[in-house]
C-alpha cells in the first residue's frame, strides 16, 4: 500500500485503511477518530485520469471475485432513442391504440393519471411547445422521436438537481465530433430542442448533452427497455474481456461487482458492445459511437485469446486460421506460415452469408435433428466451433431443437452448451450473469441426458456415474453466481431452479447407489 500522510495528523503514515486503501493513519486511535468522517469516503475503487483514457476507475486494493463496488443511483432515466410507445408518467409500454395522449403536450401515457406524473410534470409544459404536435407519436410503432425525451431530461437537472447537473457536464460526449461527422439522429434532436421547443441554452450546451447521453447511456429494464445515465457506472472504461459485472434488480439502482479477482491499481472494465460481437464488429461500434480504437488485450491478439473467434480458416494451411494486420486503418487477413491473404471485405462477406443461411434455417422452422445437425457441421468444416458463425448456428440449433428430448437431440444439445460455456468463460470469466446461465442450461441438459441415457440403454455405471460428476459442480456455481443478483432480479429463480436441479442430480445418483459421488 506504500506510504502516506495520516488522514488526521498529517505524519507520514505506513498503516492504510482496510476499506480503500487510500487514506493512511499513524494509528489506530486516529483511524477510529476519523471513520465518521472517512466512511462516506471509503470505497474499493478510485477515480484516476489519463491522456489517453481520460477520467476511469480502478481498484484501490486487491477484491476478490464477487465484491460489491458500488449501487449507483441514476441521475436521469428515459425512453430509448428508438423506441416502441412507452407512457412518459411511468415508462409502461403502450400496446392499444386508444392511449392517453397527455393533455397537455399529447405525448402517449397510459393513463390520464400519469400526466401529472413527477416524471413527467416537469417536461410537459416544455414539450407543450410544440403546437403543431410535430414529435408526439400517434400510433403503435417504433419511432426515433422518444430520443428528445431523455435530452430534455437531462437539461432539466440544471434548475431540478445542479449537482447531478455539474456531473452530467463532466460526462465525456465528443460532440463535436458528432457535429463534424452530421450524426443525423444528434442534429435532429438538438435542432428539434432548440428550434420547436425553444429550450434556454445555448446549442452548443445542448450539443453536449446529446454527446454525453449517446456516449454513457445504460440501457435498463423498468417498466419497458429504458435508458439511465449513472454518476459514477459512466467511468468504468471499455475492454472487450470485462473484469466487473453490471446488474439490477427491481429499481433503476445499477450494482457494480468483481467478476474475477482483481489487483490494486488494476483498470476496471465493462464491455461496451458485447462480447460476443466479431471483432470488425465490435470496432466499428466503438469508432462510430465512442469515437475511440479499442486497445484491450483480447482486440491487440491477432488470436482474441486463443479462440479465434473471428479468423476465418487459411484455404492453404491444415489448422491455421488468418490473423488481422492492419495499416494505416486497411485491415488484411493473413496466414502467418504461408501468407496467404483474404481482405476485410471478404472476411465480413463470408460471414454475412453464412448468417444468412442460419437466419433462413429459423425462419423456415427447420427442427429436424438431421438438417439442423448438418448445417451444425457444416459450419464447423467452414469455420471452426469457437468461430463466432458456429455460436450463432449453436444458439439457433439449441433453439430449434429444444422440444428435441430424444438420446441424440438431448446429447446434441449438450455438445453446444458445453462448447458455449468455454466460449463464455474466456470472454466474460467469473462470476458473470451469461456463465451463471449457461452452467445451468448445460447442467440441466446433461442431466436429462444422462437420465434419458439410462433409461434407454445399459451404461457401464462406473463410468456413468462419473460423467455426472461435472454436473453438479455445474450447478453448484451456477446458484453461487445467480444468488450473487440483486434483490428483485428474476435470476434470484434462477438459483434456486439451480438447487433443485443440484438436488435432482443428488437424488438420482442415489437411486443408482453412487453414495460417494454423491457426497461430494
Not at 467511468?235 to 427491481?250: D, I, M, R, T
Not at 437431440?409 to 451463471?436: A, D, H, M
Request: proline share 6%; hydrophobic share 35%.
Amino acid at each position: 500500500m506504500g506510504v502516506g500522510p495520516c488522514g488526521v495528523c498529517s505524519t507520514l503514515a505506513s498503516q492504510a485503511c482496510a476499506g480503500c486503501g487510500v487514506v493512511h493513519y499513524c494509528g489506530k486511535e486516529h483511524q477510529r477518530q476519523h471513520w465518521p468522517k472517512h466512511r462516506a469516503e471509503c470505497r474499493p475503487y478510485k477515480a484516476v485520469s489519463s491522456p489517453h483514457a481520460g477520467k476511469f476507475l480502478v481498484a484501490s486494493r486487491k477484491l476478490p471475485a464477487g465484491q460489491i463496488l458500488m449501487e449507483d443511483a441514476p441521475l436521469v432515466v428515459g425512453p430509448k432513442a428508438n423506441s416502441s410507445l412507452v407512457c412518459l408518467g411511468c415508462h409502461a409500454a403502450i400496446t392499444q391504440n386508444d392511449f392517453h395522449p397527455c393533455p397537455e403536450c399529447w405525448w402517449p401515457l397510459c393513463s390520464s393519471q400519469c400526466a401529472s406524473s413527477p416524471l413527467h410534470l416537469p417536461e410537459c409544459s416544455i414539450l407543450a411547445q410544440d403546437t403543431k404536435h410535430i414529435a408526439p407519436p400517434k400510433v403503435l410503432e417504433e419511432t426515433p422521436r422518444y430520443d428528445i425525451i431523455l435530452l430534455l431530461r437531462c437539461l432539466l437537472l440544471r434548475s431540478l438537481n445542479p449537482s447531478g447537473w455539474e456531473t452530467l457536464l463532466d460526462m465525456a460526449h465528443h460532440s463535436q465530433e458528432r457535429q463534424q461527422k452530421e450524426e443525423l439522429q444528434q442534429l435532429l434532436s438538438v435542432h428539434y430542442l432548440t428550434e420547436i421547443l425553444k429550450v434556454d441554452y445555448d446549442v452548443d450546451t445542448v450539443h453536449q448533452v446529446k454527446g454525453a447521453i449517446s456516449t454513457n447511456a445504460v440501457e435498463i429494464q423498468t417498466n419497458s427497455r429504458v435508458r439511465a445515465l449513472y454518476p459514477t457506472v459512466r467511468l468504468l472504461n471499455n475492454a472487450c474481456v470485462p473484469n466487473v459485472h453490471l446488474s439490477y434488480g427491481s429499481g433503476e439502482v445499477m450494482q457494480v461487482r468483481t467478476a474475477v479477482p482483481i489487483q490494486a491499481g488494476e483498470t476496471l472494465y465493462i464491455c461496451y458492445t458485447g462480447t460476443m460481437l466479431p471483432l470488425w464488429q465490435r470496432r466499428a461500434w466503438l469508432t462510430t459511437e465512442y469515437h475511440f480504437t479499442c486497445d484491450c488485450d483480447r482486440c491487440g491478439d491477432p488470436t482474441e485469446v486463443g479462440t479465434y473467434f473471428s479468423n476465418p480458416k487459411c484455404p492453404e494451411c491444415t489448422g491455421l486460421y488468418l490473423q488481422p494486420s492492419t495499416w494505416l486503418g486497411e485491415t488484411v487477413w493473413v496466414c502467418p506460415i504461408c501468407k496467404t491473404e483474404q481482405s476485410d471485405e471478404e472476411v465480413q462477406q463470408d460471414v454475412k452469408d453464412w448468417l444468412e443461411r442460419i437466419k433462413m434455417s429459423d425462419v423456415l422452422g427447420s427442427s429436424s435433428f438431421r438438417q439442423v445437425n448438418l448445417l451444425l457441421q457444416q459450419a464447423e468444416d467452414e469455420f471452426h466451433p469457437q468461430h463466432y458463425v458456429w455460436t450463432q448456428m449453436g444458439q439457433t440449433a439449441l433453439y430449434q431443437l429444444r422440444h428435441n428430448d430424444t438420446e441424440r437431440g438431448l446429447q446434441l444439445r449438450s455438445k453446444i452448451w458445453q462448447r458455449l460455456l468455454v466460449l463464455y468463460s474466456t470472454f466474460e470469466p467469473g462470476l458473470t450473469r451469461r456463465r451463471g446461465m449457461t452452467l445451468l442450461e448445460t447442467g440441466k441438459i446433461m442431466l436429462e441426458a444422462a437420465k434419458k441415457e439410462y433409461e434407454e440403454g445399459d451404461p457401464f455405471l462406473p463410468e456413468f456415474t462419473l460423467r455426472l460428476r461435472p454436473v453438479i459442480q455445474y450447478l453448484e456455481e451456477a446458484e453461487e453466481i445467480l444468488s450473487l443478483e440483486p434483490k428483485g432480479s428474476t435470476l434470484l429463480g434462477m438459483a434456486k431452479r439451480a438447487q433443485e436441479k443440484r438436488v435432482e442430480v443428488q437424488e438420482f445418483l442415489g437411486r443408482l447407489g453412487c453414495t460417494e459421488l454423491r457426497a461430494e
